[in-house]
């Protein structure tokens, strides 16, 4: 084994010199810790170093060892391989994956149909069955908010039958004696509000044969009384 081969090694000199020294082998140059250079001397198989303090260390270059001196003996610290050795190893890394097992793994993942079940996929945002995206403003835009009723307010004063515009909520005044008539009740999911505002009495009457909690009609006969209405989807509720 050459001292290039001897990747690294550390010699420190004993602390009991006036100044203590330490020294790196790297491809055949000790460098000190301070960055300065040390003597190597390649003779008879031996390499000498020889610090600052003009003392000489000579280890033998067929070793494979780390050495650290202590006082003026060599320690045995632990094994060291050549960068070469390390090289060849086939995985020299065992508990790394490799490049080609990590670009299998990374594969796998991309080609996977869904491999982040826990989470929702940038296609559903925004579309039925997904979720809801956020505007410039951080709020859930309109178009994506479900159907929300309307509200209209009439003032009437003679008979009328009632709107039947889907998804409204109507509110009638009225300030005279009549009849409001409502529409059918089936598949209707609109509210209704019907106030008596004047002094003349105001029936409220069904079509269809539809009822208003269960009879035929229903009068405000006192001013300024008012009522509900909604439909259970045969007949009208008083709420």
Not at 49 to 58: A, E, F, G, K, N
Not at 88 to 109: F, K, W
Not at 148 to 157: A, E, V, W
Request: overall charge negative; some cysteine; charged content about 15%.
């Amino acid at each position: 084994m050459t001292a290039a081969d001897f990747a690294e090694a550390i010699i420190e000199t004993s602390a009991r010199q006036a100044r203590a020294d330490t020294a790196v082998l790297r491809h055949g140059k000790f460098l000190r810790m301070d960055g300065s250079d040390v003597v190597v001397d390649l003779a008879g198989g031996e390499v000498t170093v020889t610090t600052r303090l003009d003392q000489s260390y000579v280890f033998s270059t067929d070793q494979d060892v780390l050495l650290l001196q202590q006082g003026y003996q060599y320690v045995l610290i632990n094994p060291v391989k050549s960068v070469s050795d390390h090289e060849a190893e086939p995985d020299p890394h065992p508990q790394y994956l490799t490049s080609a097992e990590g670009n299998a793994v990374v594969a796998a993942h991309v080609a996977a149909a869904d491999p982040h079940t826990g989470y929702q996929k940038e296609s559903e945002k925004g579309v039925a069955n997904g979720y809801a995206s956020l505007d410039a403003t951080g709020k859930v835009p309109v178009a994506q908010l479900p159907p929300m009723n309307t509200r209209t307010i009439q003032k009437i004063s003679t008979g009328t039958s009632l709107g039947a515009v889907a998804a409204t909520d109507y509110v009638y005044l009225c300030s005279a004696a009549l009849t409001a008539t409502l529409p059918t009740a089936v598949g209707n999911t609109n509210r209704y509000t019907v106030k008596r505002t004047g002094t003349g009495t105001v029936t409220i009457a069904t079509s269809a044969s539809q009822t208003i909690d269960g009879a035929s009609t229903f009068s405000l006969g006192v001013q300024y009384q008012s009522v509900d209405l909604v439909s259970d989807g045969a007949n009208w509720s008083v709420i």
